[in-house]
């Protein structure tokens, strides 16, 4: 029974380190970058998903900051703006079952927070991207996958309702209402 997760262990960590990791900070927007209106193809890995009430954002007393950044880019409307990155490394683990809820609909997983990345320009938060790896809820059992998704306040009401994930992840769009 041991040997037996042993073996699993060491293929999981074999597939983690083969599979290609995009970099987890939204990229600058170019000139010929657009703004994501249209609703994305429905699947289980592309779509943009609103909360009226607002998306949980996990949190910990036990991080740290692991990456500062200041980042060059644009407002929705084309302003020159700097945006401000902080990538927090949770120190304890900080579980999510957010994720797996509808629209998702998977009440028996949750997802384990490995970072949070704190976007804000002027000193307002207006995303965070999340990563982790789901796990089967209550066990130590992980999917050999990274999940990466942003909470995103595009009106200014400290909410976090839209939620990008797959394909919508948005390249780094700063909304407007952070130059007001």
Not at 39 to 51: R, V
Not at 64 to 70: A, C, W
Not at 72 to 82: A, L, N, Y
Request: aromatic content about 10%.
């Amino acid at each position: 029974m041991i040997y037996g997760k042993l073996v699993l262990l060491v293929a999981i960590g074999i597939l983690l380190a083969c599979q290609k990791r995009e970099n987890p900070i939204p990229r600058p927007v170019s000139e010929e970058s657009t703004v994501r209106n249209e609703s994305p193809t429905p699947g289980p890995n592309n779509y943009e998903s609103i909360k009226e009430e607002g998306w949980e954002i996990p949190t910990s007393n036990s991080k740290h900051i692991s990456e500062k950044k200041v980042i060059s880019t644009k407002t929705v409307s084309g302003k020159p703006i700097k945006a401000n990155s902080i990538t927090y490394r949770f120190l304890e683990p900080v579980f999510s079952q957010d994720f797996f809820k509808p629209p998702n609909k998977n009440p028996e997983r949750t997802l384990r927070i490995h970072t949070l990345t704190e976007l804000k320009a002027n000193n307002k938060v207006f995303c965070y991207l999340i990563e982790g790896v789901p796990y089967i809820a209550n066990t130590d059992v992980s999917f050999p996958v990274n999940i990466q998704y942003q909470h995103c306040d595009l009106n200014g009401d400290s909410k976090f309702e839209t939620r990008y994930f797959g394909k919508t992840l948005r390249t780094l769009m700063v909304p407007d209402w952070v130059t007001k």
